[in-house]
């Protein structure tokens, strides 16, 4: 798999930001979640057992794990923006069993829209 990416963007997806690259042969996002450490907590745990739930969380830790997503520029089969408010537009890269929308400035959807579309065309 190519590492550079061709275009990278951040857009609102499913109600979180996330870090978009568009590389030759893929589109990979990845939404940051947390995740409670529960092995570095374990210790922790038994000092805090009388605590709150939020003190036990700092015995325990959180930290942001990324979830990447994945889709191969072979099987997009369209790409379309259609406004979204006054300032976002959505860009809608389309497959045969699903349709993932990246929301992102009106500035930037017709220029992410063109680069998927070249490389879609170059598959």
């Not at 499913?14 to 996002?29: C, L, M, P, S, T």
């Not at 995740?35 to 009388?50: D, E, F, P, S, T």
């Not at 408010?85 to 993932?100: A, F, M, P, R, Y």
């Amino acid at each position: 798999m190519e590492t550079e990416a061709v275009l990278t963007f951040t857009s609102h997806i499913e109600g979180k930001n996330a870090k978009v690259h568009v590389y030759r042969d893929r589109i990979e996002w990845g939404k940051n979640r947390h995740v409670i450490n529960r092995a570095a907590g374990q210790a922790g745990r038994a000092v805090l057992a009388g605590s709150t739930f939020g003190l036990s969380l700092l015995g325990g830790g959180v930290s942001k794990v990324a979830s990447p997503d994945m889709i191969p520029m072979r099987q997009i089969t369209g790409v379309t923006t259609k406004r979204d408010g006054l300032i976002n537009s959505k860009v809608c890269v389309i497959t045969s069993g699903d349709t993932i929308e990246f929301r992102v400035s009106h500035g930037d959807a017709a220029n992410i829209k063109n680069v998927i579309s070249q490389l879609m065309l170059a598959v």
